[in-house]
């Protein structure tokens, strides 16, 4: 139903909608551009940032332009446009919701980068923003993979019967471990700054992914949380103060008890690309979903894979122009077929055009900033921090 339902959309639409795109290279945007431009509804039509934007960001946002052939601008001119409709918006996470908060008041629609913005008085705005302007919004997230959809399924079909508890793994294999000589940091709770050439912090970057799934899957909201956070792989890390490892103890409202853990570590550290995974805990029933399940298995004598020469500017692995040619994982070989990232830029537009409801809107996307945030404090303080 639902492809019959976006084929339509495709077809039937006599709209097109412009796409303005805020963030260049090393960015998301290198992805998010792309998406935009395969779906026949819209069409490129500028990059664009803030008048005193950084200079590294310009010349980022500049090399960008030239790769899709499109001009650059002034953001508040390229807001006046009347064939700007959507801001695929991907600046630093600094500036997010300064950016974000223009655009809705401009009248245009909204894809967020994740994680929505820096602190949760931040995404507060972003929310007001939207809501008094009426645009669509949708922050990046895992909700349309096949594993987090049948995981909200399996609940709400009541085949578990009431859930007691829930758990979600996601830890990216990219990166070269073993680099940490020194000891391990200290949580400080502050995160007054969050974009690092080389390095994030990956409890925000990644656990983001995990704690809006079970936002998403179980509509409760925390209660209260115990954390922790760590240094065990990467010594980028350790030198900007930022964990490679984290995980947090949720207490719902309804009493559930909602676990993630979620980090990098490590190229080598997994088959394909990291771990993706759900389990729920029903009075009735335990059931896991993987995103790696169902898969074939393949063993050659091909050579093993080996991990990139470390990119001076993207240790992590974090950015597609950095990482190109690197060798193929072959080992593992999902059978699911799905392409969930289309599905995820396709459900937005269709949203805009046809009214579909949007999955991770930005009350849920404010509501992962608020839980990370206070992660962060319980992993400095050691205690449980009540948020509801």
């Excluded at 600094?94 to 820096?118: N, S």
């Excluded at 609940?155 to 758990?167: S, T």
């Excluded at 009350?363 to 319980?378: C, F, K």
Aim: aromatic letters at 8%.
């Amino acid at each position: 139903l639902y492809t019959t339902n976006a084929h339509w959309s495709m077809n039937m639409s006599s709209k097109t909608y412009g796409v303005l795109l805020i963030g260049g290279m090393r960015s998301h945007q290198e992805n998010y551009a792309l998406q935009f431009q395969a779906d026949p509804r819209c069409r490129l039509v500028a990059v664009a940032d803030q008048e005193d934007a950084p200079i590294d960001r310009v010349m980022l946002n500049q090399a960008l332009a030239d790769e899709l052939d499109l001009p650059y601008q002034n953001l508040e001119v390229a807001l006046e446009r009347t064939d700007v409709d959507i801001v695929s918006l991907c600046p630093e996470v600094e500036r997010r919701a300064e950016i974000a908060v223009c655009c809705a008041q401009a009248g245009k629609h909204l894809y967020l980068d994740k994680p929505l913005a820096l602190n949760s008085s931040s995404a507060s705005k972003i929310v007001s923003a939207v809501h008094e302007s009426g645009v669509k919004a949708q922050m990046f997230s895992n909700v349309h993979c096949n594993w987090a959809k049948d995981a909200k399924t399996t609940l709400e079909e009541g085949k578990i019967g009431r859930l007691r508890a829930i758990h979600c793994d996601i830890t990216f294999a990219k990166g070269h471990p073993g680099s940490v000589k020194q000891q391990r940091r200290i949580e400080s709770g502050k995160r007054s700054r969050y974009t690092f050439a080389e390095a994030k912090p990956e409890l925000f970057d990644i656990g983001v992914y995990a704690v809006s799934v079970i936002n998403w899957i179980t509509n409760q909201p925390v209660k209260s949380l115990v954390a922790t956070t760590g240094n065990y792989f990467f010594k980028e890390h350790l030198a900007y103060d930022v964990e490679d490892f984290g995980s947090i103890i949720m207490e719902l409202a309804d009493g559930t008890t909602a676990t993630i853990s979620s980090g990098r570590f490590g190229w080598t550290s997994h088959p394909l690309g990291g771990i993706q995974r759900i389990k729920l805990v029903g009075n009735t029933g335990i059931v896991d979903f993987d995103a790696n399940q169902p898969r074939l298995e393949v063993h050659a004598t091909e050579p093993s894979f080996q991990p990139p020469v470390p990119h001076p500017l993207d240790p992590m692995g974090m950015w597609s122009s950095t990482t190109n040619g690197i060798m193929q994982k072959n080992r593992w070989k999902p059978i699911s077929g799905q392409n969930w990232i289309e599905e995820e830029f396709r459900s937005f537009i269709d949203a805009i055009d046809i009214g579909t409801p949007i999955e991770m809107t930005v009350e849920l996307a404010a509501q992962s900033v608020e839980v990370i945030t206070a992660a962060y404090h319980s992993a400095a303080s050691g205690q449980t921090v009540n948020i509801t």
